[in-house]
């Protein structure tokens, strides 16, 4: 079995629960969907077995013990499965997977952060935290569909500067008055990292 994987990385989380935390990412190549807004060039990948993802992900931090990886995408439920998981686990990494939620998730993942897109059906129903990228969408209705201990909205970003400006205001009003909601900054992308 091999992935399809578009880029690995070693930085520090930019978005949600875990933003400042130091992580690999493992970014799979494909999605179901077509966001305007994806960041993922999905025709750029390098087929790899999960011993040679571990491996890849071990020569980029000090130590895998503890340490955080992130299979993200594109969509990498399309990949993703226990074989995958095991082979960080047994590696002693901990696994988290940012996905659109729109398939079912193999077991053994450590930390699911579920970000669906608008006129997606929904196959998973729970996740550790959702987040929502705001785009002015009914997002109360995400709210009552996905059980998770953490909701972030997060503004979309723009090439145009006001324009993303813009999008925080009204993320940040959104979230005033819907307080059960928190910000989701890009910070890696604020503070000019990866």
């Keep these: 079995m091999t992935y399809r994987v578009n880029e690995m990385f070693y930085s520090l989380q930019g978005e949600g629960f875990y933003t400042g935390r130091a992580a690999v990412f493992v970014r799979m190549s494909g999605c ?3 966001c305007a807004f994806c960041d993922t060039d999905f025709a750029q990948y390098k087929e790899m077995t999960s011993a040679e993802i571990v491996a890849a992900a071990c020569t980029l931090v000090p130590q895998a013990a503890g340490m955080l ?6 969509e990498p ?5 226990e074989a995958l998981t095991d082979s960080l686990h047994r590696a002693g990494f901990e696994v988290a997977i940012e996905t659109n939620g729109t398939r079912p998730l ?7 952060t579920c970000s669906p897109k608008e006129g997606a059906a929904l196959r998973i129903d729970r996740a ?3 987040k929502v990228v705001y785009t002015g969408q009914d997002v109360e209705a995400i709210y009552k569909v996905i059980d998770a201990r953490h909701h972030w909205l997060q503004p979309c970003g723009y ?5 993303t400006r813009d ?3 009204r993320t940040v009003d959104y979230i005033r008055a819907h307080p059960h909601w928190r910000l989701s900054l890009q910070t890696h992308k604020l503070a000019g990292f990866r």
């Design 128 to 130: 550790d935290e959702l």
């Design 69 to 74: 990886v992130v299979l993200t995408g594109g």
């Design 159 to 163: 090439a145009d500067a006001e324009r």
């Design 77 to 81: 439920s399309l990949q993703v499965d």
């Design 106 to 112: 193999p077991a053994g993942i450590d930390w699911v």
């Design 167 to 169: 999008s925080i205001a």
């Design 32 to 34: 179901n969907l077509r």
